[in-house]
């Protein structure tokens, strides 16, 4: 069975500093690992994804994840926040199986940005 | 190319009644997967449907169902609606094992 815990329910921070939002994950498979977005009244948008190439990946408005395999974690980071990076976060996991892929989705980060 | 497209986007309904939502994925992705996001959680998932078939189902009582048509599009049906049924449903569609596109889902509430 696959599990994601995010570690942190809401996180603030002042803008134009760095945001750490962390991860562990749970799979009995090779996973496949995600970070969605979503603001108010939106629906979930792609930040970035692992698929087992580089451990360092790269995502969309300055966000990076590193994936570490020995710790279980997926830790997001963006070196200097923005007011418009205040939104929901999800950390989620994917699994490949034959009968399905079923996304699971961590509990959530809430990103308060202050001016 | 459009994304993927839920109706309605919002939806009002009474205790006992039955919804129907629907969602068209991205044109060139055959799987279909519902999820419930209540407020303050993260999304649940329900269901997924890949090539018309059940590929997954999670742990929903059975008034919950869904089916995918020939066209990829699919439906996701709530019978004897209660008033914990209230959340935000959200489509996504995947072409494969790939990263999941949503939909901006459909907000019901249950009264």
């Known amino acids: 069975a696959q599990s994601v815990t995010q570690l942190d329910s809401h996180v603030s921070v002042s803008e134009g500093t760095p945001v750490l939002l962390r991860c562990n994950y749970s799979s009995s498979y090779s996973p496949s690992l995600f970070w969605y977005v979503q603001h108010p009244n939106k629906g979930l948008q792609l930040l970035l994804k692992?698929?087992?190439?580089?451990?360092l990946v790269k995502g969309i408005n300055g966000f990076e994840a590193e994936f570490k395999k020995s710790e279980t974690s997926f830790h997001l980071t963006k070196p200097s926040a923005h007011m418009s990076d205040a939104a929901e976060y999800f950390c989620?996991?994917?699994?490949?199986?034959?009968?399905?892929?079923?996304?699971?989705f961590g509990g959530g980060t809430r990103v308060l940005v202050k001016p | 190319d459009a994304g993927v497209t839920q109706s309605p986007t919002h939806l009002i309904k009474t205790r006992g009644q039955h919804v129907t939502l629907r969602c068209s994925p991205i044109s060139g992705h055959k799987s279909v997967s519902w999820y419930q996001q209540v407020l303050g959680q993260g999304p649940q998932f329900i269901f997924q449907y890949y090539e018309k078939e059940e590929r997954g189902r999670g742990n929903f009582p059975d008034r919950f169902s869904a089916r995918q048509f020939p066209n990829y599009s699919s439906e996701l049906n709530v019978n004897a609606l209660l008033l914990g049924d209230s959340a935000l449903y959200l489509c996504?569609?995947?072409?494969?094992?790939?990263?999941?596109?949503f939909g901006q889902g459909t907000r019901l509430t249950v009264v």
């Open positions: 996504a569609s995947r072409r494969g094992n790939t990263e999941a596109f």
């Open positions: 692992y698929t087992s190439a580089a451990t």
């Open positions: 989620v996991v994917s699994e490949r199986k034959a009968a399905g892929n079923k996304l699971t």
